[in-house]
């Protein structure tokens, strides 16, 4: 167990909506990162939290956007959702950003988009 | 953007026998590197980091990697398999700039496959 949570851990549903996915880093964690694992495009790097703040960007679509909450609680918006978007996204946790400090991941989880 | 490459999706061995899994990186500027093992419907799990201090890092559950930058490789290895190192296996590699957020870019894994 990393320590980090992430609900839910099974999602399903219909192209074009709008789904939310929430992640708790582990206590004391300040940055969070958001990846995406897919068969056709293998782990990606969406976008990375820090305190609050957006950090850094990856292949993030338009459609998908994050928040860091003043709990460090961070959620991932998807909309106008794609038979393309199913994959398992994972959240990761680091307490601060870099090395040395190891980034645990959460069990991820997993969209279904029909 | 710094990448890594796998060679190799699927290696088989035996139990007992020497895992070698293979890695390169694309940087002239030596990158931090990883190595993160995934086990079925689990999340992803260190074995092991390159942050520039030895060449030869030890990880936990036996394995080991060594950074040689005249090969641009970072390859993973374990003396013996057991039938519980059987998950894929991913490659990572992080940049040095703090504007980079220090994500990580994964290679694509390679399945290990334990037989007996």
């Known amino acids: 167990d990393s320590g980090v949570t992430q609900t839910p851990k099974h999602l399903i549903t219909a192209t074009g909506q709008r789904v939310t996915l929430r992640c708790s880093p582990r206590?004391?964690?300040?940055?969070v990162y958001w990846y995406q694992q897919s068969l056709d495009q293998g782990l990606q790097f969406l976008i990375q939290y820090y305190n609050g703040e957006e950090r850094a960007k990856g292949n993030i679509l338009e459609r998908f956007s994050a928040q860091q909450f003043p709990d460090l609680h961070s959620e991932l918006n998807l909309s106008s959702l794609e038979l393309g978007d199913s994959a398992l996204y994972f959240c990761?946790?680091?307490?601060?950003?870099?090395?040395?400090?190891?980034?645990?991941f959460g069990p991820g989880t997993r969209l279904t988009v029909t | 953007a710094q990448s890594v490459t796998q060679l190799g999706s699927h290696v088989s061995v035996s139990e007992g026998a020497l895992v070698l899994l293979r890695c390169n990186y694309s940087?002239?500027?030596?990158?931090?590197l990883f190595w993160y093992v995934q086990y079925p419907n689990q999340g992803l799990q260190l074995l092991l980091k390159?942050?520039?201090?030895?060449?030869l890092v030890k990880g936990i559950n036996g394995f080991e990697a060594e950074f040689k930058k005249s090969e641009t490789s970072f390859h993973l290895t374990k003396p013996s398999a057991h039938m519980s190192d059987a998950a894929e296996y991913f490659c990572?590699?992080?940049?040095?700039?703090?504007?980079?957020?220090?994500?990580?870019?994964f290679g694509k894994g390679t399945s290990l496959l334990v037989t007996p």
């Open positions: 990572a590699v992080s940049d040095r700039s703090p504007t980079s957020g220090y994500a990580l870019n």
């Open positions: 206590s004391g964690d300040l940055s």
């Open positions: 390159y942050t520039s201090a030895a060449t």
């Open positions: 990761a946790s680091s307490a601060l950003p870099g090395p040395p400090y190891e980034q645990y």
């Open positions: 940087s002239s500027v030596p990158p931090y």
